[in-house]
T-cell receptor
Framework: DAKTTQPPSMDCAEGRAANLPCNHS???????VYWYRQIHSQGPQYIIH?????ETNEMASLIITEDRKSSTLILPHATLRDTAVYYC????????????WGLGTSLAVNP | DAGITQSPRHKVTETGTPVTLRCHQT?????MYWYRQDPGHGLRLIHY???????DKGEVSDGYSVSRSKTEDFLLTLESATSSQTSVYFC?????????????FGSGTRLTVV
């Protein structure tokens, strides 16, 4: 599975968009990009995933570059409750054994 | 999280004692997983199950065993706890194999081995 690289920490002002980058230069054509987040001491929570096209749901938007070497998770209007560690994972949809979670990006949303 | 519960939430145990953690789901999902999370490491898979009595090892399975006698319950046992097994343990479930089906995680069990 693809290894991803994320900045260890980021800050964002409340109400502003939070843009979290992820590099996945070794991702293969059939590997999806998944985003999860983990709010302090809780289990990770699914946010969004995509393969080639940009995706949007009620939580976030996912922008994947055309060469699929990187992506950006966008929280359009960050709130204090979005403070969490965000994980970007490259994986085949049907693979559950070799998922590499990494350390993620710790996002602090400030008032 | 709704549909998945872990017990106990916190446990302190002594080195050398057996410990069993329980994961219970009400979603009737086929796949269940046990992960551990430690500072400086991402989530690491210990064991997973793809059905009743069907289990397989993950990347950090040494010192752990699992059992699944019912769809809804997945037990993780530390036969003889060691200090290196102090960690936060998360259970997860999925309807199918892999992240493509989405993982739902429990709230975790914080285990301290003294």
């Amino acid at each position: 599975d693809a290894k991803t690289t994320q900045p260890p920490s980021m800050d964002c002002a409340e109400g502003r968009a939070a843009n979290l980058p992820c590099n996945h230069s070794t991702i293969s054509g059939n590997e999806y990009v998944y985003w999860y987040r983990q709010i302090h001491s809780q289990g990770p929570q699914y946010i969004i995933h995509g393969l080639k096209n940009n995706e949007t749901n009620e939580m976030a938007s996912l922008i994947i570059t055309e060469d699929r070497k990187s992506s950006t998770l966008i929280l359009p209007h960050a709130t204090l409750r979005d403070t969490a560690v965000y994980y970007c994972i490259g994986a085949y949809a049907g693979n559950n054994r070799k998922l590499i979670w990494g350390l993620g990006t710790s996002l602090a949303v400030n008032p | 999280d709704a549909g998945i519960t872990q017990s106990p939430r916190h446990k302190v145990t002594e080195t050398g004692t057996p410990v069993t953690l329980r994961c219970h789901q009400t979603e009737n999902h086929r796949y269940m997983y046990w992960y551990r999370q430690d500072p400086g490491h991402g989530l690491r898979l210990i064991h997973y199950s793809y059905g009743v009595k069907d289990t397989d090892k993950g990347e950090v399975s040494d010192g752990y065993s699992v059992s699944r006698s019912k769809t809804e319950d997945f037990l993780l046992t530390l036969e003889s706890a060691t200090s290196s097994q102090t960690s936060v343990y998360f259970c997860a479930i999925s309807e199918g194999q892999g992240l493509g089906y989405g993982y739902t995680f429990g709230s975790g069990t914080r285990l301290t081995v003294v």
